[in-house]
């Protein structure tokens, strides 16, 4: 295919495929939306379906071309009961205490568009040519809805100017991340309230405007000051088919609007919706910041958080709403009777787990404030007073109460556990059937414990990549009693059906059929009584057509079945057709057929199962087993659609992806027709900087870079090559802000028990993934987590490969890296006489760097060179195999982790006294670890080691035989052994410190002093780059 750059055209087809780049991967991990199988439909025939696109649109103007958009759904908005205030008050958690009466409920639903991708596209496109332009004329405090740009590589933070950095075209993502931007949305008013409150009283308002989208007038978006505001005059004057794009597309909006019999508003559910929502509220913010002068300033969308000092004279929450109204902030709205406005003060006790605290809380009573035409409504506001008398503890309280739950990201999924930490929280949440007061309103119960719900969900998921489901089910049905003693109250499940998908794609991918169609059973009978309650409403205040929420639930359900439901299920053939014939699928559709779909949704990024996660384990495992490997062996060759973009464009970015499809065909022995180039460029889960080391560990640091830049759209700098060292060892260095010029570090060494039953069965090649044994190392991570080490280590064969790869993941997020023994990698040495088994002994470290611009792990391999005699022998006797080293991971190297020099051996490659020799001077800490019986005669090579290395020696053997240790060369012998453990019934870890600065200070004298350490041994050479002086000058 050749692609045309025609002068004429307002867009190129790269523009085209860039916005279906970013259409791919907004819509499919927006989990609202019903997307996945047509991005699956219009990508198997993607070049077509560009090109016709194309020509409809390349002179700008949409009108008239077939491009209307008239389908949406009614989505649930809330749930309002009418009982009677003075009814005694009953909570039951039984669907059968539930049966409501219809006409005292109110149903509130809210209209999202239904697009084609087409629309979507277009969505982009405008985004892309006049959506980034208006963006950048926001201030950082604006935090919603902020379109992704160039990241300065300096920074790690969301908090940067982004009016200042180019919208990142190349980036599959339109928009920052919602959970960062939203927690730092609210952090940032917690850090000005306690900033402010050292000096005034503090006056906190929260404001919400009511059916934000639906009350957004289109025709201002093509008025003369809309266009002067955001700069957008000059470039239509300069290209006037641009000006006919962006009043075209508005007229598209228009047309949506007369389908759903609506005279404004902007459709939600579409890109271009939010920026354009952004804009409306330019004015305020400008106002807001110009008149008014808060402390603090921050808007998520339409939702509003002021902090101001109180000047003296706001002593009522009438005082506040009349000083915002004389600072032209808001308005009285005209339509409402003016001598009906009445204003109440209140007092509130807000509540913690341990102390009652009471604060003045101020709530405008009136019927609505407005702003322009937008209505802020009564029920949303809310101000609140801290007296600069008052101590902090509300604040500390709010706090806390997200924090608790928040902070269960950073762990490894403890929900099968007994002693669960989250469940014991979520239950908790539940059990109490009072609400959370919060004067900042957005975090109150509601938020909490949807937090709560969504943790449950998500490390139920987590749990699952690290053992099979069938090993904790009565676990999972604990966890769904939870879930549904709080889902199926009605109020309940309106109001949280965006989980109701995710928990049924739990159901369906663990393979907890039963419960699947029972889960949809009750759903169903929840859906029938919905459909008996009359009074309703929408947000653009029209009739509500029951029928289009009714099917956005069968529709979305159909698509997660289809997502989730892989070639490896094991839902039983009886309650796999309930489950087809609840969900409406058409009667012939069969089980191999639905499986073949899923198959053709992962190879293409839009499965349940992510292809980057599925490749990545593959290549590290090398499990023929695994779902990567069993979809590959059953799937036929497909007519693909993938891109000629590669020589007609000549894009860096592109030709970096291909090379990288190449290397993974090599790597997976596959053809083109199942590894597509497609899925690599369209991506919808991203690889990331880990997973690429696993692939291609081989890859220099210039090459790494700008793979890492092709595949997720960051335009980090290459950083200087790595010099050349004066060892013989290779340096390779690992570049971490935080270790450069560090003076310590903390190592965590465990005390971990690694059974015989274990190591057998890997031999055997039938690894035990199992409640039990996660639960261990479960313990360890967390504790570290808790601890906060720089390092974390394990012993020789301690864990399957993959869990080592997923812990990693979740101690990043902690800083923390992570080196380890690993159970056998299985593979088979082709001869020429015979294909022999063997098994590589490994081990993996996973370190902290941070040279892209954001932290991430760098993996690296290294492999025993010679297994120990008795290793040896019961190989061969249990499974006739050898072990031996794979030739890209044999190489002994020293590593430079920020300013640490380190290397590592496993076992018995400690005896190797040319091992040793070769780390003389050259480092300031080994790393050994073992599966070690014979402690005695390593106790006194451990502690030689020590002396004739000059170094740090980190011991983590086996607790079964013990002497887990931290030794130094220090000159007194008492305090040589910095941590040594031994024995236990429980595995446990502990944490010592490693002097660096202390050690290479004594080593960088010419002649040792006689202080702190035994003087260094005859011959040693320190490496240059180690020294804290140059003593030669």
């Not at 369906?508 to 929840?526: M, N, T």
């Not at 060179?865 to 020293?894: Q, R, W």
Request: glycine fraction near 4%; charge should be neutral; proline fraction near 2%.
């Amino acid at each position: 295919m050749e692609i045309k750059m025609e002068d004429e055209s307002l867009f190129t087809k790269k523009d085209l495929y860039i916005a279906y780049k970013k259409v791919k991967f907004e819509l499919f991990n927006d989990k609202n939306t019903i997307a996945t199988l047509k991005l699956y439909e219009y990508e198997k025939n993607l070049n077509n379906n560009i090109d016709s696109l194309f020509e409809k649109i390349k002179d700008g103007n949409l009108l008239g071309k077939d491009l209307e958009c008239k389908g949406f759904f009614e989505i649930p908005k809330s749930f309002d009961s009418n009982s009677n205030k003075y009814e005694i008050h009953f909570f039951s958690s039984s669907l059968k205490h539930h049966d409501f009466k219809p006409e005292s409920i109110t149903l509130k639903f809210r209209k999202v568009i239904d697009a084609d991708i087409d629309f979507h596209i277009i969505s982009a496109l405008w985004i892309l040519k006049i959506g980034q332009f208006i963006d950048e004329k926001f201030d950082a405090n604006i935090y919603g809805s902020r379109l992704t740009r160039i990241k300065p590589v300096d920074t790690s933070s969301c908090e940067y100017d982004l009016s200042s950095q180019k919208y990142n075209e190349e980036s599959p993502k339109i928009f920052e991340s919602y959970h960062h931007k939203y927690q730092a949305w609210r952090n940032n008013s917690f850090k000005a309230i306690r900033e402010l409150h050292k000096t005034s009283s503090v006056v906190a308002v929260t404001m919400d405007i009511t059916s934000f989208y639906h009350s957004i007038e289109l025709n201002g978006f093509k008025e003369v000051k809309f266009y002067e505001k955001f700069s957008l005059d000059i470039k239509f004057k300069e290209n006037p088919k641009l000006k006919q794009f962006h009043e075209s597309f508005i007229g598209l909006l228009a047309l949506w609007n007369n389908a759903i019999e609506s005279e404004n508003g902007l459709p939600i559910g579409l890109s271009a919706s939010s920026v354009l929502a952004n804009a409306v509220m330019k004015d305020f913010d400008t106002e807001v910041t110009k008149n008014l002068a808060p402390t603090y300033y921050g808007r998520y969308v339409d939702d509003i958080l002021l902090v101001f000092p109180d000047n003296g004279n706001l002593n009522s929450g009438k005082e506040i709403i009349e000083y915002f109204i004389n600072k032209d902030i808001v308005t009285r709205n005209d339509n409402k009777i003016l001598n009906k406005l009445k204003w109440t003060d209140k007092v509130v006790k807000l509540t913690t787990k341990d102390y009652q605290y009471q604060h003045e809380f101020r709530k405008f009573n009136s019927k609505e404030l407005k702003y322009k035409n937008l209505i802020l409504k009564e029920s949303k506001q809310k101000i609140f007073y801290l007296d600069k008398n008052a101590d902090l503890s509300i604040i500390d309280g709010i706090e806390a109460e997200i924090n608790s739950i928040s902070s269960e990201w950073r762990f490894l999924p403890d929900i099968a556990d007994e002693n669960s930490s989250l469940l014991q929280k979520v239950v908790g949440f539940y059990a109490d059937g009072k609400e959370f007061n919060d004067a900042l309103r957005k975090i109150d119960a509601t938020t909490i414990k949807r937090l709560g719900l969504s943790l449950l969900v998500s490390h139920s998921h987590s749990l699952n990549q690290y053992i099979s489901p069938k090993n904790w089910i009565d676990q999972r049905l604990k966890i769904y009693d939870l879930i549904e003693n709080h889902i199926f109250i009605p109020k309940n499940l309106f109001e949280n059906y965006t989980f109701l998908p995710r928990i049924f794609a739990l159901m369906i991918h663990s393979g907890d059929g039963e419960r699947a169609y029972c889960f949809l059973q009750k759903i169903d009978d929840l859906m029938k009584k919905f459909k008996d309650i009359k009074q309703t409403e929408s947000s653009n205040k029209k009739d509500v057509i029951f029928e289009k929420f009714g099917s956005y639930y069968l529709k979305k359900f159909q698509e997660v079945f289809f997502e989730t439901y892989n070639i490896q299920n094991t839902i039983s053939g009886k309650y796999f057709n309930k489950i087809k014939e609840l969900l409406d699928f058409d009667i012939e559709i069969s089980k191999e057929k639905i499986e073949e779909k899923n198959s053709h949704l992962i190879m293409s990024d839009l499965g349940f199962d992510s292809y980057s996660k599925l490749i990545t384990e593959y290549i590290l495992t090398k499990n023929d087993k695994s779902l990567f490997k069993t979809i590959l062996d059953k799937q036929e060759d497909v007519n693909c659609d993938d891109l000629d973009l590669i020589d007609t464009l000549n894009e860096d970015y592109l030709k970096n992806i291909s090379d990288f499809h190449k290397q993974l065909l090599e790597e997976t022995k596959q053809n083109d027709k199942h590894l597509r180039l497609n899925t690599l460029i369209f991506s919808t889960r991203l690889f990331t900087p880990l997973d690429i080391s696993i692939v291609l560990p081989d890859l220099d640091s210039e090459k790494f870079i700008n793979l890492v830049n092709s595949l997720r759209g960051t335009r980090s700098e290459v950083s200087d090559k790595n010099k050349k060292y004066e060892c013989k060892l290779s340096v390779v260095e690992v570049r971490n802000k935080k270790l450069t010029h560090c003076k310590s570090v903390d190592v965590a060494i465990t005390n971990f028990e690694v059974k015989d039953e274990y190591w057998k069965k890997s031999v055997r090649e039938q690894p035990i993934k199992n409640l039990d044994r996660f639960i261990t190392i479960q313990h360890m991570v967390n504790e570290a987590v808790r601890k906060k080490p720089n390092y974390l280590i394990f012993p020789e064969l301690s864990m399957p490969q993959e869990w080592a790869w997923f812990i990693s993941q979740k101690l990043l997020a902690n800083n923390i890296s992570l080196i380890t023994g690993v159970e056998y990698i299985h593979t088979v040495e082709k001869t020429s006489e015979l294909n022999q088994k063997i098994v590589h002994n490994s081990i993996m470290m996973f370190l902290i760097s941070d040279n892209i611009g954001f932290n991430y792990m760098k993996y690296f391999r290294q492999d025993k060179l010679v297994g120990a005699y008795l290793e040896s022998i019961e190989l061969k006797n249990i499974a006739n195999i050898d072990l031996k080293p794979d030739d890209k991971h044999k190489e002994k190297k020293i590593y430079k982790h920020g300013d640490f020099y380190f290397s590592s051996l496993i076992c018995n490659e400690l005896t190797d006294i040319e091992n040793r020799f070769d780390l003389r001077g050259n480092i300031d800490c080994l790393f050994a670890i073992e599966w070690n019986r014979d402690i005695k005669s390593f106790n006194a090579l451990v502690e030689s080691s020590s002396l004739d290395i000059h170094s740090y020696i980190v011991q983590v053997n086996n607790r079964n035989y013990g002497d887990s240790r931290i030794r130094a060369p220090y000159k007194d012998d008492w305090d040589r052994d910095v941590v040594q453990v031994r024995g236990g019934k429980h595995d446990y870890l502990i944490v010592g410190e490693i002097n660096i600065e202390k050690l290479r200070e004594f080593q960088s004298h010419n002649i040792s002093p006689n202080k702190d350490f035994k003087p260094v041994p005859t011959g040693f050479k320190m490496l240059k780059e180690r020294k804290k002086w140059d003593n030669n000058q």
